[in-house]
């Protein structure tokens, strides 16, 4: 991050407005198939995630879920039956419940932790990242130094004992990848600021007299933007990624009646003996993989188009 | 070059004094149950008191504030002593130095496997852009970055393992210098595991470096007063692209530890990530604290290098 102009870019490239957005969008998947691909898979899963299983108000059903089966009823008659068309259409586990419904409701989980972690993880550390690059001195050092110590802790091992240590949960989970993602995040805005911060049009609003938080409001944060957009999209995939390995160690946000990939593939694993009843493994591995692999498609494309230069900084990588 | 070692080591030093400072706060700042998680995997289970649960904190000193602890903590440490573990009373210094060999040749391993493949296919994938190397290597990348390891760890363990008949997460693991052979045969595959997402990120970023080089001037010049291609790619190409490489997997190592904690563990490969996930399960503070400095002292000491490893590889970078 040594360039010094600034990293605006107009969002209506990748927004298009006007009546030809259907076909700048059609434009864009072909010079982007994989990308498309990504973003496909990504609002397949959303749609699985707030439809597949029942939406309630207050006990209230609103909108029935299009799961076949909750996710934790037992069909006894059926215990680690293999996928059967229609009934099990990804088999059941070894209390007879059907796998495919239970990918279906951890969708929700990995949904929601995907987005709400890296929401307030890319926000929190832009704020961090920000102020520390704007004020400098003392206070920028204390952050980064504290910064560097965060990050020479192995992400799964902060993780993992932040979870153990409190109860344990969706808020957990989401609050200890939210302090996971801080450091890296708040380093990629230091360094985008800090050159913003050279340009002149903000050394002329300061001449001008305008206040620090009006600098920082009106003329940096429009300009960073793009690098926000960028880092939240490549962020995502490793957020649920986290999130799966967390449910794996059985630290996650897991429980009977909505669970999580990642602990489908640890009770596989306790199951043993996979290769009698493969579906039990693959179906949960499977899904995680394409989500993280649409996710990471997806975001590399809005990289390319949006910010090239990040490319190959490992942001996300 | 002096001085800037010095100026880094004293970086080195705060950093982990940082880091043993969070990790001794977080473990201690939420009270849990120390005394309950461990009391109940003994024979008494059931029948844990509140009486009991204070004179268990009282023997350990869990009764004392934290900071007061941390000062004990830090003192004993600077002398390299990290105090004794809750569950086994065993030195944790000792349950260290016992399993960190294997989680080391573990972790070397997978960097050396990621680095011999990574860097030739990379290059070659660059040079040879859009022909069939190219495609595989680019579709490992994007397969490896997506694939999470602990489901590949499951795949290697009850999949491969059953179509090679071998049980791979119960092969016996002396270690390497009591029997070079034995040893390699079971860490193999748990190396190979760790090392797919590192090999995938070092083989897109070494794509993507000569990718960008190849056209720059110096590498026409090169050409132009007849070098061998060959002689271009290696002293030209290479040399001036492997820079970033050697910073992302820095960046990387941190990640690479992580992964090796869920590979030990699916592998059962008793080193310091396994022990880790034991001890966090029991709450065992001082062991987790011990542990957790130690792979910190180990990420830092790795981007240490690897930022002393540019002056060497470029000799236009001075320190000073």
């Known amino acids: 991050m040594t360039t010094s102009d600034p990293i605006a870019v107009p969002l209506d490239v990748l927004l298009p407005v006007g009546p030809s957005r259907l076909r700048s969008l059609i434009k864009m998947a ?49 215990k680690l039956a293999p996928p059967t068309w229609p009934d099990h259409f990804a088999g059941t586990d070894s209390l007879g419940r059907d796998m495919f419904s239970r990918i279906i409701y951890g969708a929700r989980t990995a949904m929601i932790i995907g987005l709400a972690a890296t929401g307030m993880g890319i926000a929190i550390g832009t704020l961090f990242g920000t102020i520390s690059a704007y004020l400098g001195g003392v206070g920028d050092m204390v952050v980064q130094r504290i910064s560097d110590a965060f990050q020479a802790l192995p992400p799964l091992v902060l993780m993992m004992v932040l979870v153990t240590m409190m109860s344990p949960g969706i808020g957990t989970v989401v609050f200890v990848i939210v302090i996971f993602l801080v450091p890296g995040t708040q380093r990629v805005i230091r360094g985008t600021v800090l050159s913003l911060k050279e340009n002149t049009y903000i050394e002329a609003a300061r001449t001008i007299g ?17 690098p926000i957009m960028v880092l939240s999209t490549v962020t995502i995939g490793g957020t649920i990624l986290a999130e799966a ?8 946000a897991n429980s009977a009646a909505n669970p999580t990939w990642g602990f489908i593939l640890f009770e596989a694993t306790q199951r ?46 | 070059m002096g001085g800037y070692l010095v100026r880094r080591l004293l970086g080195v030093v705060v950093v982990i004094f940082l880091l043993s400072f969070i990790a001794f706060m977080l473990v201690n700042a939420f009270p849990g149950s120390t005394a309950e998680r461990l009391l109940a995997e003994g024979p008494q289970g059931s029948g844990i008191t509140q009486e009991i649960i204070e004179r268990f904190n009282k023997e350990l000193g869990l009764d004392r504030p934290p900071l007061e602890r941390y000062g004990d903590w830090l003192w004993n440490a600077v002398r390299g002593d990290l105090g004794n573990s809750f569950a ?34 990379g290059v070659l994938s660059a040079v040879r852009s859009g022909t069939f190397p190219d495609y595989a290597g680019r579709v490992f990348t994007i397969l490896g970055l997506a694939i999470p390891n602990f489901f590949l760890g499951v795949l290697v363990v009850s999949f491969v393992a059953e179509w090679l008949n071998v049980s791979l997460a119960t092969l016996p693991s002396p270690y390497i210098w009591d029997s070079f052979v034995q040893n390699l045969e079971g860490m193999i595959a748990p190396a190979l595991v760790l090392s797919a997402s590192l090999m995938a990120t070092l083989m897109r970023m070494q794509r993507s470096q000569v990718l960008e080089i190849i056209h720059e001037d110096y590498v026409r010049t090169a050409r132009a007063k007849g070098l061998s291609e060959r002689s271009v790619i290696l002293k030209h190409v290479f040399r001036n692209s492997f820079i970033p490489v050697l910073t992302i997997f820095g960046n990387q190592f941190a990640f690479l530890i992580s992964g090796a904690v869920i590979v030990e563990y699916i592998f059962r490969i008793n080193g310091i990530g396994a022990l880790l996930v034991t001890s966090i399960r029991r709450a065992d503070f001082n062991e987790v604290v011990g542990i957790t400095v130690v792979i910190g002292l180990g990420v830092v000491l790795i981007n240490l290098l690897v930022d ?3 002056a060497w590889i470029d000799p236009r970078i001075r320190y000073g």
């Open chain 1, 30 to 78: 072909r010079e982007r198939p994989l990308g498309a691909f990504g973003a496909v898979v990504i609002v397949i899963l959303l749609i699985t995630a707030i439809f597949g299983q029942d939406i309630s108000i207050a006990g209230e059903t609103i909108v029935p879920g299009f799961a076949p089966y909750p996710a934790d009823e037992t069909d006894v008659v059926n």
């Open chain 1, 210 to 226: 305008a206040s620090s938080p009006r600098i920082v409001m009106q003329h940096i944060l429009p300009n960073i933007v793009a």
């Open chain 1, 272 to 317: 043993g003996q996979l290769t009698r009843w493969p579906w039990l493994a693959l179906t949960p591995g499977v899904a995680i993989t394409l989500i993280v692999l649409a996710f990471n498609l997806f975001g590399d494309a809005i990289r390319d188009i949006l910010d090239p230069r990040l490319r190959g900084t490992g942001a996300g990588g």
């Open chain 2, 88 to 121: 086994s009373s065993e030195s944790v210094l000792n349950d260290i130095k016992v399993r960190l060999p294997r989680s080391l040749e573990l972790v070397m391993l997978a960097s050396v496997m990621a680095f011999f493949i990574a860097i030739p296919v």
């Open chain 2, 308 to 310: 002393l490893s540019y």
């Open chain 1, 245 to 252: 390995a967390l449910s794996f160690l059985a630290l996650g």
